[in-house]
T-cell receptor, first 115, second 112 residues
Framework: NAGVTQTPKFQVLKTGQSMTLQCAQD?????MYWYRQDPGMGLRLIYY???????DKGEVPNGYNVSRLNKREFSLRLESAAPSQTSVYFC??????????????FGSGTQLSVL | DAKTTQPPSMDCAEGRAANLPCNHS???????VYWYRQIHSQGPQYIIH???NNETNEMASLIITEDRKSSTLILPHATLRDTAVYYC?????????????FGTGTLLAVQP
């Protein structure tokens, strides 16, 4: 029962470096999401993918790109990391992404520090 | 989507019921009320959701007022492991833009 798996769990980058956060789910869910959470704040949606082959911007998409590689995997890329992107990143998935069943399953998070 | 208002923090004695309020006075007819919680350092966990009827599951009960402008999440017998931030979210049916917007929630501290 893996659920939603995120890698890596921790990462330290220097300003300007690039990296990709990986996310995979084994629940055959259609929708996947990337959130960030800054200290003392709620989660903010970066990007989401309602279904395989589609991606859309959330509240705070600037500085990020995403790829829905297949139904299982949804990656988040930082092309040129900035200190403002220091945060905890959560990946989530849901069955169909409709309000009648908006039950999201979250991964355990990636703690990213940009120096 | 309607905005929600929650108290920033609450205390509850272990073994007692925890009643977490949420105000969503601008909720519209097709919007659901969702509750999630986040235990320190972990990803949020779904608790319960409802439209207008009261709901109960193995984790909690959700009481929605008749005018739907507010709701209460009830943890019937709080334990120390229920200490977490609880998020009340209102979300309508929105086609391809379905997503949940998390606010800052209520930090529930269960005291021994």
């Amino acid at each position: 029962n893996a659920g939603v798996t995120q890698t890596p769990k921790f990462q330290v980058l220097k300003t300007g470096q690039s990296m990709t956060l990986q996310c995979a789910q084994d629940m055959n869910h259609n929708s996947m999401y990337w959130y960030r959470q800054d200290p003392g704040m709620g989660l903010r949606l970066i990007y989401y993918s309602a279904s395989e082959g589609t991606t859309d911007k959330g509240e705070v998409p600037n500085g990020y790109n995403v790829s829905r590689l297949n139904k299982r995997e949804f990656s988040l890329r930082l092309e040129s990391a900035a200190p403002s992107q220091t945060s905890v990143y959560f990946c989530a998935s849901s069955v169909e992404g409709v309000a009648t069943n908006e039950k999201l399953f979250f991964g355990s998070g990636t703690q990213l520090s940009v120096l | 989507d309607a905005k929600t208002t929650q108290p920033p923090s609450m205390d509850c004695a272990e073994g007692r019921a925890a009643n977490l309020p949420c105000n969503h006075s601008t909720i519209s007819g097709n919007e659901y009320v969702y509750w999630y919680r986040q235990i320190h350092s972990q990803g949020p966990q779904y608790i319960i959701h409802g439209l207008k009827n009261n709901e109960t599951n193995e984790m909690a009960s959700l009481i929605i007022t008749e005018d739907r402008k507010s709701s209460t999440l009830i943890l019937p017998h709080a334990t120390l492991r229920d200490t977490a931030v609880y998020y009340c979210i209102v979300r309508g049916y929105g086609g391809a833009t379905n997503k949940l917007i998390f606010g800052t929630g209520t930090l529930l501290a269960v005291q021994p």
